[in-house]
C-alpha cells in the first residue's frame, strides 16, 4: 500500500506500483489538469509539484511518491488566483490552453525557489516545457509579471481580467 | 472521385472537378440563399425555453446563450463570434454564454480549418445580432405604443426617448411577434458604433484554462468508459500478420484486444487498422500493447525511403514539367541571359504535432452513435464514423471539446471512427488515447517537396524573366488512389499568386506519388512555395548587389491588382471573390514597409548578428516579417527577436491577432529547426519530440513585436498567413548574419560546417 497525499487529500494506492502518476490522477482520481503529451517527460504538459517541485508525473511511478505531497493545478490555488495564474490572465498568455497547467506549474515551481530569475534563467527553466501554440514571448512575460508581484510581496494592483484591456 | 467522398465535405475546394458537389460547398459555406431564415433567431421558440433555433438563443433569466459552431483550438473563435453578436444585439457582456455547437449540417460549414471562420460568419453573424436588437426595439415600442425610431436598444435594454425602460428579458414575448427584415435591409451598426468588436478583449475560456478546468477531448469522464490504445500498422496499406493477444490479456487490467479492419481504397479518413487493447485504465492498456509481439505485412508502400524520394522530386524539378501559368516566354529570355540565378529548394515531410494527441470517446448504441472528440470539423466525425459502423450519418450525435492544437490534424477524424468501431465491438463506452509515438508515426503529414526557381536578371538586377517549377505529393492522394500531381487549390498557396513584377514567368508543376497519408498543416503549401520564393528574392537581392527589402520591393513593383487568370492560370483565390478580395500589391507593400520601419531594417549589426526579411500573401491575408538572429562562430543559431506586420483586413479581436501572429510565426520556426519527419522501409523514423524536435522556448525568439495593420477592408484570415513567412526570413536573416545560405530544410548542421 503506497500512502501520500493530492491537494492536501490522503490517498491510498494499492494497484501497478509502476503506474505513472499521471495516469493515476487523471483515471482513478479524475483530475485531468495534469495533461498527457509524450510520455516521456520531453513536453511539461503532466508537470505537479511532488513536496513543492515541479515533476514530469508521467515518468514518475506511483512508488515514488511514498509519504510525499502532490499538487495539481487543481491544488495550486484556492481560487485560481496564484500570483502566476493571474500573470497568465494578464498576459492573456494561452492560446488553446492545453499546455498551460503545466507550464503554470512549472513557473510556480521555478518562483518558489528563485522569484527573481534572469532572463536568462527563465528560458533554462522553462524550456522543458513545450507548446505548439507558441506562447513563449508571453510566458516570458507573464513569469517577469508574477516575479515582480511575488518578489514586491505587498501593495501591488492586480491586473482585472474583466477589463478589455490589451497585451503590449 | 464522387461527390460523397468525405473530400467534399471538408475540404475547401479541389471540388471544380465536381462542379455540382463544389457548388453545394459553396452555398453551405453562405448558407445558400437563406440568411433571413438563419436570421430569424427568436422568431421559432422551441419547446419551454425561449430557445433560438440556431445561433441564439435569449432566455427568461437574460441569459443570451450564442452557439459557437467552429472548434475552438487556440484561436478564440468562441470568443469572437460572441464578440460579433452581442455587439450588433447590443447585449451586456457579462450576460452572454457560449454554447459550442455539436455537429450539424443546420449550422453550414463547420470545418475549422483554412482561416475562415470570421471570414465566412462573420457577417451573418452580425445580422443575426442585429435581427435580435431590431426586435428588441420594436417590440417595445410596440409595448410602450410608440415610434420605433423613439427607441434606442443598448445593453440589454431598450430606452424610449421619455427615459421608460425595457429589459430584453421582459421583452422576449413581445419580440416574437416581430419579424426582423429582409438581411439587405437591416441596418448593421456602423464601425464606429462597436463596442466589442475589433478591440482586444480577455477571452472567454482563460480562467478556466489557467486553473484546469477546460475540458480537452481525453478530460471528458464517461464513468463506464474503457481505454483503448491501438498499435496500427507501421507502414500506410499494412496489415496485421501475427500477433500474441494471449500475452497483450495477461496484463492486469487489459479486458480485450480487437483488430481494427484495414481500411478500403485511398485512405480518406478511414482507420489505419491494427490492433486495439482494451483496457481499465490507460497505464493496463500501454502495457498491453507492449506485449503483443505484433508482425505485419508491408504492403505496397514498404519501399518508401525519403532520401530516395527528394532525389526523386528534385530530378523532376529539374526537368520541364505541366504548365499552370505563363506569361511572355520565359525559357527563350532565360535560354539567352548572360546572368542567370537558379536554385533548387527542399522542405521535408512535417508533422503538426499538436500539443494534445488525438483523443475521442464514444458510446454505440443501436440506434446511434454518441462521440466526444477532439474535431476540427464535427461533420466529417458524423461521416467518417456513420460509414465505420454502418449507420446514417444523421445518427451521429458529435461534441466537439477543446482541442489542444490542431494545426490541420483533427480535421481528420480517423480517431472518433476508431472509438466508436470499438465501442461497436464491445458495447460500453470507449476512449481511445492516441499516444505521442502514435500521432508522430501515424499522421497525415504535410507533404514533403522540392522547388527549381532560375531567374534571368538584367544589369541593374532586375527580373527579365522567372521560371518555377513545384513537386509535392498532392493531398488529393489521400481522398483518390492515383492522384499524383498537386491540384490547384495547393498550387494557388503562394506559388500561382507569385507577385512577382517580370515580363517573362513560367511556372508548372510536378508529379509526386505519396507513399504516406497527405494532409494539411497549418498554412498547407504556402509553407514550402513561400520559403523557395522569399529565398530566392533574396539570394536574387544579392547577386544584384541590393539592399534586400528594397529588393524585395522592387520586384514586386508598383502597387496595382493582380488577376493570375490572364495568364493561363486557374485561381481560386482561397474562395474570395477576386472583386472583394484581389491580390493587391500595394498591402503587400505596406506591410513591408511598416515591419521594416518596426525593426529599424538597415540599423549597423554587430558580427555575427542579421536581419531577414520576407513578405507573402496567404489566406487572402499580407504579413511581412524580419527576424533577428545571431550565428555564432561555432555555427550556432540563436533567434533574438522577430517582427510582424500583418494586414488581415477587418479584424473582431485585436489581440487574438497579434497572439495568433506570433504564435504562427514561432510554429514557423518548426520547418526551420525540425528535423522532419522521414521514412524508411515505408517506416516513420521520428517517435517523440526528443526526435522529431519542435520549438521550445530556448529556440523561440522572447519577442515577436506585432503590429495589426489598421483596415476596414474585409476580414481575411488569421491563424495561418503569420508561418509560411517565417521559415525563409529566418534563413534569409542567416545568409545576412554569417552568409551561409539555407536551400534545404531543416537547417541541421548546415550552419556547423
Not at chain 2, 487556440?74 to 455587439?87: C, E, L, M, N, S
Not at chain 2, 500573401?617 to 504579413?623: D, I, P, W
Request: aromatic letters at 8%; one cysteine or more; hydrophobic letters at 40%.
Amino acid at each position: 500500500m503506497i500512502t501520500f497525499t493530492v491537494n492536501g487529500n490522503k490517498h491510498e494506492f494499492s494497484g501497478d506500483p509502476s503506474t505513472p502518476v499521471l495516469w493515476y490522477l487523471r483515471d482513478e482520481l479524475n483530475l485531468t489538469g495534469p495533461k498527457f503529451g509524450c510520455g516521456m517527460a520531453q513536453c511539461g504538459a503532466c508537470t505537479v509539484h511532488i513536496d513543492g517541485m515541479a515533476q514530469r508525473s508521467c515518468v514518475l511511478p506511483v512508488s515514488a511518491v511514498q509519504g510525499r505531497k502532490i499538487t495539481t493545478i487543481e491544488g495550486l490555488s484556492e481560487n485560481g488566483d496564484h500570483p502566476v495564474q493571474k500573470a497568465w490572465v494578464e498576459h492573456k498568455v494561452p492560446q488553446c490552453g492545453f499546455c498551460q497547467c503545466g507550464q503554470i506549474m512549472q513557473a510556480a515551481s521555478l518562483l518558489s525557489t528563485n522569484p527573481t530569475p534572469s532572463d536568462e534563467e527563465i528560458v533554462q527553466n522553462m524550456s522543458g516545457n513545450i507548446c505548439r501554440c507558441g506562447t513563449y514571448p508571453r510566458i516570458h512575460k507573464a513569469i517577469k509579471s508574477a516575479s515582480k508581484s511575488i518578489s514586491s510581496n505587498a501593495g501591488v494592483s492586480y491586473f482585472d481580467p474583466t477589463q478589455a484591456g490589451e497585451e503590449a | 472521385m464522387s461527390e460523397n467522398t468525405y473530400f467534399d465535405m471538408n475540404r475547401r475546394s479541389f471540388l471544380k472537378s465536381t462542379a455540382a458537389a463544389g457548388a453545394l460547398v459553396l452555398g453551405t459555406y453562405f448558407m445558400g440563399g437563406a440568411p433571413r431564415a438563419m436570421a430569424g433567431v427568436l422568431a421559432k421558440p422551441a419547446e419551454n425555453a425561449k430557445r433560438a433555433n440556431l445561433f441564439i438563443a435569449l432566455r427568461p433569466d437574460g441569459m443570451v446563450e450564442v452557439t459557437c459552431h467552429r472548434s475552438e483550438m487556440g484561436q478564440q473563435i468562441r470568443t469572437a463570434i460572441a464578440q460579433i453578436v452581442a455587439d450588433e444585439m447590443e447585449a451586456a457582456w457579462d450576460k452572454v454564454i457560449v454554447i459550442q455547437g455539436k455537429g450539424d449540417p443546420k449550422y453550414g460549414d463547420q470545418n475549422t480549418d483554412g482561416s475562415r471562420s470570421i471570414r465566412f460568419n462573420m457577417q451573418r453573424l452580425r445580422e443575426m445580432g442585429a435581427s435580435v436588437r431590431y426586435m428588441m426595439q420594436h417590440a417595445a415600442a410596440k409595448r410602450l405604443g410608440v415610434e420605433p425610431s423613439t427607441c434606442v436598444a443598448e445593453q440589454h435594454v431598450v430606452t424610449h426617448t421619455s427615459g421608460k425602460t425595457l429589459a430584453y428579458k421582459d421583452l422576449i414575448d413581445d419580440a416574437l411577434t416581430i419579424t426582423p427584415p429582409e438581411a439587405d435591409k437591416l441596418k448593421l451598426k456602423e464601425r464606429k458604433e462597436w463596442r466589442y468588436i475589433n478591440t482586444g478583449m480577455a477571452h472567454i475560456d482563460l480562467q478556466d484554462i489557467v486553473t484546469g478546468k477546460a475540458t480537452f477531448a481525453a478530460d471528458v469522464r464517461e464513468p463506464k468508459a474503457l481505454v483503448a490504445i491501438i498499435e496500427r500498422p507501421p507502414v500506410v496499406g499494412g496489415k496485421v500478420k501475427s500477433f500474441n493477444a494471449d500475452k497483450a490479456k495477461a496484463v492486469n487490467g487489459v479486458v480485450d484486444v480487437i483488430e481494427i479492419p484495414a481500411p478500403k481504397g485511398a485512405p480518406q479518413f478511414q482507420p489505419k487498422g491494427g490492433l486495439a487493447i482494451i483496457a481499465n485504465n490507460t497505464w493496463a492498456a500501454w502495457q498491453g500493447r507492449k506485449a503483443l509481439d505484433v508482425t505485419w505485412d508491408d504492403g505496397a508502400n514498404g519501399d518508401y525511403n525519403s532520401a530516395n524520394f527528394k532525389e526523386q522530386l528534385l530530378n523532376t524539378v529539374n526537368a520541364p514539367q505541366a504548365l499552370v501559368r505563363e506569361k511572355g516566354d520565359a525559357l527563350s529570355v532565360l535560354e539567352k541571359a548572360s546572368d542567370k540565378l537558379v536554385a533548387d529548394y527542399y522542405v521535408p515531410h512535417l508533422a503538426q504535432a499538436p500539443m494534445e494527441p488525438p483523443c475521442a470517446t464514444a458510446m454505440y448504441y443501436k440506434d446511434r452513435v454518441d462521440v466526444w472528440a477532439a474535431t476540427q470539423n464535427p461533420q466529417a466525425d458524423m461521416e467518417t464514423v456513420g460509414a465505420m459502423v454502418g449507420m446514417d450519418k444523421e445518427k451521429i450525435n458529435v461534441h466537439v471539446t477543446m482541442l489542444g492544437g490542431a494545426f490541420g490534424r483533427k480535421s481528420k477524424p480517423d480517431f472518433s471512427a476508431e472509438a466508436a468501431y470499438l465501442s461497436m465491438k464491445t458495447g460500453k463506452p470507449i476512449r481511445v488515447q492516441w499516444t505521442r509515438e502514435d500521432d508522430i508515426q501515424h499522421g497525415f503529414y504535410h507533404a514533403v517537396s522540392a522547388q527549381h526557381v532560375e531567374a534571368a536578371l538584367d544589369e541593374n538586377g532586375k527580373i527579365d524573366a522567372y521560371l518555377h517549377r513545384t513537386a509535392f505529393s498532392p493531398i488529393a492522394s489521400t481522398f483518390q488512389e492515383g492522384a499524383n500531381a498537386p491540384f490547384s487549390f495547393e498550387l494557388d498557396l503562394g506559388f500561382t499568386d507569385n507577385p512577382i513584377l517580370t515580363p517573362n514567368m513560367k511556372l508548372e508543376r510536378g508529379e509526386a506519388p505519396a507513399k504516406a497519408r497527405i494532409g494539411w498543416m497549418r498554412s498547407v503549401s504556402n509553407i514550402f512555395h513561400a520559403f523557395a520564393v522569399q529565398s530566392f528574392i533574396n539570394e536574387a537581392a544579392h547577386k544584384a548587389g541590393k539592399d534586400a527589402k528594397d529588393y524585395l520591393l522592387e520586384v514586386i513593383g508598383p502597387d496595382r491588382i493582380i488577376d493570375v487568370t490572364d495568364q493561363k492560370a486557374e485561381y481560386q483565390n482561397y474562395w474570395g471573390d477576386k472583386s472583394v478580395y484581389p491580390l493587391d500589391t500595394g498591402r503587400l507593400r505596406n506591410v513591408i514597409e511598416k515591419v521594416s520601419d518596426m525593426a529599424g531594417w538597415g540599423r549597423e549589426m554587430p558580427k555575427g548578428r542579421g536581419l531577414g526579411i520576407a513578405a507573402h500573401r496567404s489566406f487572402l491575408t499580407y504579413v511581412a516579417t524580419v527576424v533577428e538572429v545571431e550565428v555564432s562562430d561555432a555555427g550556432d543559431l540563436s533567434v533574438i527577436k522577430s517582427w510582424v506586420a500583418i494586414d488581415a483586413g477587418t479584424v473582431v479581436n485585436t489581440d487574438t491577432v497579434k497572439n495568433q501572429t506570433q504564435g504562427g510565426s514561432v510554429y514557423g520556426i518548426t520547418t526551420a529547426i525540425s528535423d522532419g519527419i522521414t521514412f524508411d522501409k515505408g517506416r516513420v523514423q521520428q517517435s517523440n519530440f526528443h526526435n522529431y524536435r519542435v520549438p521550445r522556448m530556448s529556440d523561440s525568439p522572447l519577442e515577436v513585436e506585432v503590429e495589426v495593420i489598421e483596415s476596414d477592408a474585409p476580414p481575411a484570415g488569421v491563424g495561418e498567413p503569420a508561418t509560411p513567412v517565417y521559415a525563409p526570413a529566418l534563413c534569409n536573416a542567416i545568409f545576412a548574419a554569417c552568409g551561409k545560405r539555407i536551400r534545404q530544410l531543416p537547417i541541421g548542421n548546415q550552419l556547423k560546417a
